[in-house]
């Protein structure tokens, strides 16, 4: 549960550098705009602002205001502009501490701003960047370096072997050892029970700004790109490669070896079984081209 501090309208505004329209009032909270409270923070891209009480909403810079009570800051993304101020300014800083149940190798040199949770496992040769927060039950295997900023959830697994076998004449599976680690940048979250597996001889790799929703799968191999996104029970196969700024929706499933470009959309549920060049946005079985996807919904409706 995120707490907050108090700020008055003034200190937002010079934290955005931006100017407000209404009184200086003091924010001690959010809300959601169709459910705004007095003395709170919130968001809305409409149109037209008609709520009348005494809080401050962030606005479209085109928006008009049709009441008196309501305190403005015109910004041109809101949506992010509330993120930044609730997450970086508003939020109370959390003091860093490192649960007396977690087990750290004594190898592992740990910066002093970290927080580990109970019960987690911090294993020989990791190393954890300053300012990261790592949650309970959470395991980090050998090998594995973790950025500044980042926050791992509870239950998460980084790390572990990776499922890569030979096989005899016969077909008996041998398991080939998975030593090449994980690499994870700054500013990434690992979501609650995501498993992240070592590479097989070089490093699976998570980049910089990547955001990982609960029960993600990433096999080994696999290198995530800048501030893609990857939501809840998508799972990623050996060796896949997805370029920046991507979005991979709920249950998406990837195919091993597929590579994926830059800037984009698999939609939820896709199965990917080939490659997907930059700007694409896909879905369904086999991930077709969203256009051809719903192109062939209507004929098939137009066919009943």
Same mark, same amino acid.
């Given at each position: 549960?995120?707490?907050?501090?108090?700020?008055?309208?003034?200190?937002?505004?010079?934290?955005?550098?931006?100017?407000?329209?209404?009184?200086?009032?003091?924010?001690?909270?959010?809300?959601?705009?169709?459910?705004?409270?007095?003395?709170?923070?919130?968001?809305?891209?409409?149109?037209?602002?008609?709520?009348?009480?005494?809080?401050?909403?962030?606005?479209? =810079?085109?928006?008009?205001? =049709?009441?008196?009570?309501?305190?403005?800051?015109?910004?041109?993304?809101?949506?992010?502009?509330?993120?930044?101020?609730?997450?970086?300014?508003?939020?109370?800083?959390?003091?860093?501490?490192?649960?007396?149940?977690?087990?750290?190798?004594?190898?592992?040199?740990?910066?002093?701003?970290?927080?580990?949770?109970?019960?987690?496992?911090?294993?020989?040769? +990791? /190393?954890?960047?300053?300012?990261?927060?790592?949650?309970?039950?959470?395991?980090?295997?050998?090998?594995?370096?973790?950025?500044?900023?980042?926050?791992?959830?509870?239950?998460?697994?980084?790390?572990?072997?990776?499922?890569?076998?030979?096989?005899?004449?016969?077909?008996?599976?041998?398991?080939?050892?998975?030593?090449?680690?994980?690499?994870?940048?700054?500013? +990434? =979250?690992?979501?609650?029970?995501?498993?992240?597996?070592?590479?097989?001889?070089?490093?699976?790799?998570?980049?910089?700004?990547? /955001?990982?929703?609960?029960? +993600?799968?990433?096999?080994?191999?696999?290198?995530?790109?800048?501030?893609?996104?990857?939501?809840?029970?998508?799972?990623?196969?050996?060796? +896949?490669?997805?370029?920046?700024?991507?979005?991979?929706?709920?249950?998406?499933?990837?195919?091993? /070896?597929?590579?994926?470009?830059?800037?984009?959309?698999?939609?939820?549920?896709?199965?990917?079984?080939?490659?997907?060049?930059?700007?694409? /946005?896909?879905?369904?079985?086999?991930?077709?081209?969203?256009? =051809?996807?719903?192109?062939?919904?209507?004929?098939?409706?137009?066919?009943?």
């Amino acid at each position: 549960m995120v707490e907050y501090t108090s700020k008055t309208v003034k200190e937002i505004s010079y934290f955005l550098n931006l100017p407000f329209e209404g009184e200086n009032i003091s924010i001690n909270g959010v809300s959601p705009y169709n459910d705004l409270q007095p003395g709170t923070l919130s968001f809305t891209n409409a149109d037209v602002i008609d709520k009348d009480i005494c809080a401050l909403v962030l606005c479209k =810079e085109t928006a008009v205001i =049709e009441t008196n009570n309501i305190t403005v800051i015109r910004v041109p993304n809101p949506r992010y502009c509330f993120a930044k101020i609730s997450s970086e300014y508003l939020a109370k800083s959390l003091d860093y501490t490192i649960h007396q149940s977690s087990i750290i190798d004594p190898s592992v040199d740990l910066p002093k701003n970290i927080e580990i949770g109970a019960f987690s496992l911090i294993e020989s040769s +990791v /190393k954890i960047g300053s300012n990261t927060r790592i949650g309970s039950n959470v395991i980090i295997r050998k090998g594995t370096q973790i950025g500044n900023n980042s926050v791992i959830k509870s239950g998460a697994i980084i790390g572990d072997q990776g499922f890569g076998f030979g096989f005899s004449d016969d077909k008996t599976p041998q398991r080939i050892p998975h030593n090449g680690g994980v690499i994870v940048g700054d500013n +990434v =979250e690992v979501g609650s029970n995501n498993v992240i597996c070592s590479g097989t001889f070089n490093p699976t790799i998570i980049e910089d700004n990547v /955001k990982l929703d609960d029960l +993600v799968f990433i096999a080994h191999n696999c290198k995530i790109g800048n501030k893609t996104m990857i939501a809840a029970c998508a799972q990623l196969s050996g060796s +896949v490669s997805i370029g920046s700024s991507c979005w991979i929706g709920p249950n998406c499933s990837i195919i091993n /070896k597929a590579k994926i470009g830059n800037h984009v959309t698999v939609g939820i549920g896709s199965v990917v079984t080939k490659n997907i060049e930059d700007n694409f /946005k896909v879905m369904g079985l086999n991930a077709l081209p969203l256009k =051809e996807l719903v192109g062939f919904k209507k004929r098939m409706r137009s066919k009943n």
